[in-house]
């Protein structure tokens, strides 16, 4: 097989490996922009950066590869997760504008950028093949290095500014400048006071409902269950543990029916045995 022919033939294992990885590393790609859960999203994206390490792997690109699983997909994304499961982000927020017209805006750049995508792979050719041996003649590190701090040193650069803006941009998006003064505790308990919400702290779940766990509600004095002592969260996602009068009254019976096999267990008093045996 001739150095031409190289480069355009693929074996069954290459061609199968490809399709099937870049149909997972797409379909990724598309839950990460039209999910509507934040955590979903980023364990797409975490998904399609492990596709794409294993492309890299399978090119000969092992610290690309290595890179990619240890830098982005294991500190990066579970630093986006961690962030995200401690602050919460909600739908309402995420459809929230900040900026008048940024989703025409952000339509036209990415129609420009498919179509300078597009026109740049037409335009591509493939002359030459020299092959990963040739390429990693002297270590895929150090070849890695020449070509990224000589031959493409200023789009490295490049990238290196683009990333820095994105994350300065994202920073000034979601930033929340205070227009007002901020109100004092006497301030915000005056007005619950006024407003005839709940004056003291919320009360704190399980309270005489026989446990102190977070999905269960504490229980008010005729024994009904009550709403404000479950995060609304868990109210809304139908996770608390029923605590009404017939799983209250279908414990207390389990209890006293083992208390009655306990009482059965028991030995008789000592005293009681020497009265028997003196008879």
Request: charged letters at 20%; proline letters at 3%; glycine letters at 8%.
């Amino acid at each position: 097989m001739t150095t031409q022919l190289a480069a355009y033939a693929t074996s069954t294992g290459e061609a199968f490996q490809f399709w099937v990885l870049a149909t997972v590393a797409v379909i990724g790609a598309l839950c990460t922009v039209f999910m509507k859960k934040t955590v979903h999203s980023a364990l797409c994206l975490a998904g399609t950066m492990i596709v794409l390490a294993v492309f890299y792997l399978a090119n000969g690109a092992y610290f690309l590869g290595i890179v990619q699983i240890v830098v982005y997909t294991g500190a990066i994304m579970m630093l986006f997760l961690f962030v995200v499961m401690l602050v919460g982000v909600t739908a309402a927020d995420s459809l929230r504008e900040t900026i008048k017209g940024q989703r025409w805006l952000a339509l036209l750049c990415g129609v420009g950028f498919g179509v300078l995508l597009f026109a740049g792979i037409a335009n591509a050719s493939l002359k030459d093949f020299a092959g990963l041996g040739t390429a990693n003649a002297h270590g895929n590190v150090q070849g890695l290095a020449a070509l990224i701090f000589t031959k493409y040193v200023f789009a490295f650069e490049l990238t290196g500014a683009l990333l820095i803006t994105a994350a300065v941009g994202a920073m000034v998006l979601t930033h929340r400048e205070r227009t007002e003064r901020a109100r004092t505790q006497r301030e915000l308990a005056e007005q619950r006071v006024r407003e005839g919400a709940q004056v003291p702290p919320l009360p704190a779940p399980g309270v005489y409902a026989r446990h102190n766990a977070v999905d269960i509600a504490g229980l008010l004095p005729d024994g009904t269950p009550s709403e404000l002592t479950v995060n609304r969260t868990l109210r809304d996602r139908g996770q608390i543990r029923d605590v009404s009068d017939q799983a209250l009254s279908d414990l207390k019976a389990l209890e006293q029916h083992a208390a009655e096999r306990l009482e059965r267990a028991k030995p008789e008093p000592t005293r009681k045995r020497t009265e028997e045996a003196s008879k």
